[in-house]
């Protein structure tokens, strides 16, 4: 079984900054993508980021691109999600994810197999 901790989140004001870390144990992720989800309140769970099992490639959706960015140590089986510049909309919970199937198009949660308890990130105006 795996599991992932996640810690990192917080309230911040809008421009400024926070980085999400997710430690992953039971098993190492070297061949497996990772990633982050968000659900905003009233919302459905999205994608926000997802990097490859070596580090090699990363993708994220539209509203987050050039402002988070996504990172693993690998030595530490952890995962990290720096974001920059946020904004109110970024309010949500993030979870961590393992397992992620990457595809053509963008990972749904259908494509997640591990899971995070999650962590809450509040933007104030």
């Known amino acids: 079984q795996v599991q992932l901790v996640e810690s990192g989140g917080g309230l911040v004001q809008a421009g400024g900054s926070l980085r999400l870390s997710c430690v992953a144990s039971?098993?190492?992720?070297?061949?497996?993508?990772m990633g982050w989800f968000r659900q905003a309140p009233g919302k459905e769970r999205e994608f926000v980021a997802a990097?490859?099992?070596?580090?090699?490639?990363?993708y994220y959706t539209d509203s987050v691109k050039g402002r988070f960015t996504i990172s693993t140590d690998n030595a530490k089986n952890a995962m990290y999600l720096q974001m920059h510049s946020l904004r109110p909309e970024d309010r949500a919970v993030y979870y961590c994810?393992?397992?992620?199937?990457?595809?053509?198009?963008?990972?749904?949660?259908?494509?997640?197999?591990?899971w995070g308890q999650g962590s809450q990130v509040t933007v104030s105006a």
């Open positions: 990097i490859s099992w070596a580090g090699v490639s990363s």
């Open positions: 994810v393992a397992d992620l199937r990457l595809g053509p198009g963008l990972p749904g949660i259908e494509d997640v197999k591990y």
């Open positions: 039971g098993r190492t992720f070297r061949s497996y993508a």
